[in-house]
């Protein structure tokens, strides 16, 4: 019996990828752009190694990588810019239409580290997919390898469950596509000059505008209405991090963001991710809203700021209250606020929360000992405080459990206050 074999029906051994591209010309160099699965990126694209630095881009942070893949994992609706790569001569463009600007790109994959290609933006996405990648091909290893074992029929159909799950999310990978730019460039040192101008020429976003518009968190996404509140409405910074000296506002956007997680979070100020599914946007306003209400009311400095507009014209290099504010009192530093709002959590919490007048007559005590810089004879420097403060100090010191600690003296002291108080 004879046996037809047809050779076409084989596989053959391949080392590229094919995609649709437009050619067109930047810095006199020739730019490939296309679109490619995100599957594809840690095939065509070296994965970067977090502990060795490549000498053309900088080191990576293999945590950073990972949770992109975890982004993409979470997030149904997510975005990302297009990547940035450098070939050094092995791309194939093969033109299509008459003009030469739309072809078939091909792509030799990166194979034992040996590719044309080089990342010059995009290193953590490209890892953080191969992470992502790999993540999920273990995790259905390892249910394959318990599904091979006598189980309940109940407990076969949760593990055929979650298999199936895995395989919707590697079908994702393999469905979805991101933004690929290719810069023909053969010339090392001309790459390396590549990746200094994008990094060179990228305008870093401020914490301050991530605050304004990553709605993922509940603290950015209520702060809109938080910003209404009359002692912050018209002097809160949308765009930068650090009040200076120069500065008109209060508050940056960051800011109230920080004392929003500190009110309904407590000292830490960490919003865990079951408290950002369960608590609802008007609770947290209102927790916040109480917040602003209690101190405005408690304390001077932050009462004439309350009355004072915003929109007044003043002499040209005459201060605003909330510099002057900053000039000479705590309450001027986002560090005091934040713990304000710590003991405002504490105070609140719990089977019999304190009411608010309450809240406020107690820090109308505080009110006299809030001048900057504190001296050695005041509550912060004579007190169980005192760890919590350097001397001549404007604010109090920002180390996380330096703040846990001031607001565990501070609510103490509503308790039990001392003798200066």
């Not at 051994?13 to 752009?33: E, F």
């Not at 190694?49 to 149904?76: C, E, M, T, W």
Request: overall charge neutral.
């Amino acid at each position: 019996m004879s046996i037809s074999i047809d050779p076409l029906r084989l596989s053959k051994p391949q080392d590229s990828s094919t995609y649709l591209a437009i050619k067109t010309v930047q810095g006199g160099r020739a730019v490939y752009t296309t679109r490619v699965p995100l599957l594809d990126l840690p095939t065509i694209l070296p994965v970067p190694d977090p502990n060795n630095i490549d000498k053309d881009n900088r080191k990576v942070d293999r945590l950073h990588a990972k949770q992109f893949g975890q982004y993409l994992d979470s997030k149904q609706d997510w975005v990302a810019p297009a990547l940035l790569a450098r070939d050094s001569g092995g791309c194939l463009f093969e033109k299509v239409d008459e003009h030469g600007a739309v072809g078939y790109l091909t792509v030799p994959w990166a194979i034992g580290g040996i590719s044309s290609l080089r990342t010059i933006d995009g290193q953590h996405r490209v890892l953080g997919v191969s992470i992502e990648k790999q993540r999920i091909t273990d995790a259905i290893t390892a249910l394959d390898r318990e599904m091979a074992r006598k189980v309940s029929a109940e407990k076969a159909g949760k593990l055929q469950a979650d298999r199936e799950k895995l395989i919707s999310q590697m079908n994702r990978l393999k469905n979805e596509f991101v933004g690929l730019d290719i810069y023909v460039e053969p010339d090392p040192i001309k790459a390396q000059q590549m990746f200094v101008d994008v990094a060179d020429n990228a305008k870093g976003i401020s914490s301050a505008v991530r605050a304004r518009f990553d709605n993922y968190k509940v603290a950015n996404r209520t702060l809109s209405d938080v910003i209404d509140h009359p002692l912050l409405k018209g002097r809160v910074d949308a765009e930068q991090d650090r009040m200076t000296t120069k500065n008109p506002h209060l508050l940056g956007a960051k800011h109230v963001a920080d004392i929003t997680r500190s009110v309904i979070a407590g000292a830490g100020g960490r919003v865990t991710k079951k408290a950002e599914q369960t608590l609802t946007d008007g609770e947290v306003i209102e927790q916040v809203k109480d917040f602003l209400d209690v101190i405005s009311h408690a304390f001077a400095p932050l009462a004439a700021i309350t009355e004072e507009d915003p929109e007044t014209n003043r002499k040209i290099g005459e201060p605003t209250l909330s510099q002057e504010l900053r000039r000479t009192s705590l309450l001027g530093s986002i560090g005091m606020l934040r713990v304000l709002g710590g003991v405002f959590h504490v105070l609140r919490s719990g089977d019999n929360p304190v009411e608010l007048n309450d809240i406020t007559e107690f820090f109308k005590r505080l009110d006299p000992h809030m001048a900057a810089p504190v001296t050695e004879t005041s509550i912060w420097r004579s007190t169980d405080a005192k760890i919590d403060f350097e001397p001549d100090a404007a604010a109090p010191i920002m180390r996380t459990q330096n703040i846990i600690h001031l607001v565990d003296v501070i609510a103490g002291w509503y308790r039990k206050a001392p003798a200066s108080l």
